[in-house]
């Protein structure tokens, strides 16, 4: 156990500074001169030089990237240009408002997923095995702008059931316990749409890796004993099952990402995909560097945390 | 792949899972493809035979307006077979060019992904070893890498070029064929074969060519069908960002995106791409499953 959490923890440490040298150096490789952007067409090369050695652009770049980092590890990611606020503060709404896209919808994806998994997988070939994994080859080829225009277009604009958007998820004045239940009216339908790539995802993973594992010898044990199907499905089956599917909802959240962007585009809620994008209209080199540290910081962390779950779900894994 | 890109239920699975995957426990190996494997097949060559010939099949200028101000967002005529869009220009041949776009940047991405992921993937499970942690640590850092963001800067400053999505999309597939090729390599380099032609004095490039690629590829078919479908989607995501090729270059994923932003577009006008997109993506990945489990020769089903 010991073993296994130092090497992850060397791998988590060695990734971090991989993914910080990554992040300064994605923005060296655009084009353009950040003094020059930020002067605009006033510019000479007098005042650009001038804005260079006070920006400290003229240092050797290793040297640069220190200066970076020690900013970074303050809690520094600079000004955005055009704003002139602080990245931090414009990251830190819009991180806020992702992370609970994504908290929802993967709790949306769990809870429908592992039913339904566990059920299909009772008896693989049957009517509610055949009919779930057919519709989770369907969900799973449907793209998430497809999926969001159809569920916009029917609960927002034709039934009217849920906000439109542009809606404030964030609403100030009210008590906080409408306030919370404003918020959430407003999140559950994008949150939706986010959850149906991985609920195809995960109920594909589970229910093959339970139809394996009710095949397992302990499997006939609990049945001779006289178990329930219930019980043998819940207590013996599900946890050395779920393996596969935790695994892969650590790597599903860096895709999720892709989708993330999407729902916020369309629902036009300002997270970190409407900021990204308005960033690169506006040439902000700062606040695109700070999104994709943060982002990328985010998968790893969570890949790191479900590493550590791991053990606690199947002992076997700390001891290999 | 990012997240990039490639969205099978595959991506990001380790090399263990793969095996286990391969297993597919409770599905008895199909004898021979079934009747909607062919359904599958037809479709493809269905829209490669029309991309590649659009150019004969008398459709209206793709990119032209008629500047008839009848002919705006038109319902589905016999002129028009599938109705005009907010230009007047006409859907079904900018669904068809769209088609040209769209299956170029799949198919040149994925040679990109399947060239480079799978000679290195096979190099580093040949050789094992330092270089192999290596290059397998190198290909997680960029599984973590939420893709979406460096594409999107990427693109932003290179200019949004069919050839620049092609590379970018391309090599942010790399990771994800390198894991698959590693791990189907490993499992074929520990075999008596291998090491009987290692005992006969064959050099590494012998072994890899003569008896370990012809093993691979039954899983590197499977997966380069995986990687075009998932290329496609990404490319689908950008355009409906405005991030793909721009408009007037018509692509499945900014007529999706066209016709969502304007109130005034007719059903058939989003419907139209929306269902060429996931009927293709359907085939893709139906088509690439029932490959693998066809040519799924590992020990589990024997």
């Known amino acids: 156990m010991t073993r296994y959490l130092s090497q992850r923890f060397a791998a988590l440490f060695a990734i971090l500074v991989l993914i910080s040298v990554g992040c300064f150096y994605l923005v060296h490789l655009l084009p353009g001169n950040p003094a020059a952007s930020i002067l605009g067409v006033t510019a000479t090369p007098q005042t650009i030089a001038a804005l260079d050695r006070q920006l400290g652009l003229d240092k050797p770049i290793y040297e640069q990237y220190f200066i970076w980092l020690g900013h970074i590890l303050h809690g520094n990611l600079g000004i955005a240009t055009p704003s002139r606020v602080p990245v931090t503060t414009i990251i830190g709404q819009s991180y806020k408002l992702d992370v609970e896209l994504i908290v929802i919808s993967q709790f949306i994806a769990f809870l429908i997923a592992i039913p339904l998994s566990v059920y299909a997988a009772r008896r693989p070939g049957g009517f509610l095995d055949q009919a779930t994994t057919s519709t989770s080859f369907a969900l799973f080829c449907l793209p998430s702008f497809i999926i969001v225009l159809w569920v916009?277009?029917?609960f927002t604009i034709h039934w009217h059931t849920f906000p439109g958007p542009g809606t404030n998820p964030f609403p100030t004045g009210g008590s906080w316990l409408s306030n919370i239940g404003t918020n959430l009216y407003v999140m559950i339908l994008p949150s939706l749409v986010l959850a149906i790539g991985s609920i195809a995802i995960y109920f594909r993973l589970l229910r093959s890796e339970m139809v394996f594992t009710l095949q397992e010898e302990f499997i006939t044990v609990a049945r001779s004993k006289g178990l329930t199907t219930n019980r043998i499905l819940w207590r013996h089956a599900v946890r050395p099952s779920s393996i596969t599917m935790l695994t892969s909802a650590g790597n599903n959240i860096a895709l999720l990402i892709t989708g993330l962007f999407i729902v916020e585009v369309k629902f036009a809620?300002?997270?970190?995909?409407?900021?990204?994008?308005?960033a690169i209209y506006a040439n902000d080199y700062l606040t695109i560097q700070g999104i994709a540290l943060v982002a990328a910081i985010t998968v790893v962390v969570v890949n790191f945390a479900i590493d550590m779950i791991l053990p606690?779900?199947?002992?076997?894994?700390?001891?290999? | 792949m990012l997240d990039i890109p490639v969205t099978t239920v595959e991506q990001g699975v380790s090399d263990a899972e793969v095996a286990a995957a391969n297993a597919q426990p409770g599905t008895t190996p199909p004898k021979r493809f079934g009747f909607f494997f062919w359904c599958c097949l037809g479709w493809l060559a269905l829209i490669a035979l029309v991309a590649i010939f659009a150019g004969m099949l008398h459709l209206d200028p793709p990119n032209a307006p008629y500047y008839t101000p009848i002919a705006v967002n038109a319902p589905p005529s016999f002129a028009h077979w599938l109705g005009t869009d907010d230009s007047s220009r006409d859907v079904l041949s900018r669904l068809v060019y769209g088609a040209r776009v769209s299956l170029v940047i799949g198919l040149l991405g994925t040679a990109i992904g399947i060239g480079i992921g799978g000679s290195l993937g096979m190099f580093s499970a040949y050789v094992r070893g330092k270089i192999d942690a290596g290059l397998s640590f190198v290909m997680y850092i960029f599984l973590a890498f939420p893709a979406i963001i460096a594409v999107l800067c990427i693109l932003e400053f290179w200019g949004h070029t069919e050839s620049h999505i092609v590379v970018i999309l391309g090599l942010f597939s790399v990771p994800f064929i390198y894991r698959v090729t590693r791990a189907a390599t490993l499992a074929c380099a520990t075999k008596e074969y291998v090491t009987a032609a290692r005992s006969q004095?064959?050099?590494a490039r012998r072994v890899l060519a003569k008896d370990i690629f012809p093993n691979v590829i039954p899983a590197l078919i499977?997966?380069?069908?995986?990687?075009f479908g998932g290329i496609i989607t990404t490319e689908g995501a950008l355009g409906f960002l405005g991030q793909s090729v721009q408009i007037p270059i018509s692509s499945w994923g900014n007529m999706i995106g066209e016709a969502s932003g304007d109130l005034n577009a007719t059903l058939v006008f989003i419907l139209a791409p929306a269902s060429a997109l996931f009927l293709t993506l359907v085939a893709l990945n139906y088509a690439g499953e029932q490959i693998r489990l066809r040519f799924d020769t590992?020990?589990?089903k024997l």
Do not use: K, M
């Open chain 2, 298 to 300: 590992s020990e589990q």
């Open chain 1, 312 to 320: 606690l779900v199947d002992p076997r894994i700390a001891r290999a």
């Open chain 1, 152 to 154: 916009v277009n029917l």
């Open chain 2, 201 to 203: 004095g064959a050099t």
């Open chain 2, 222 to 227: 499977a997966y380069t069908v995986f990687t």
């Open chain 1, 269 to 278: 809620l300002p997270g970190l995909g409407s900021e990204l994008i308005g």
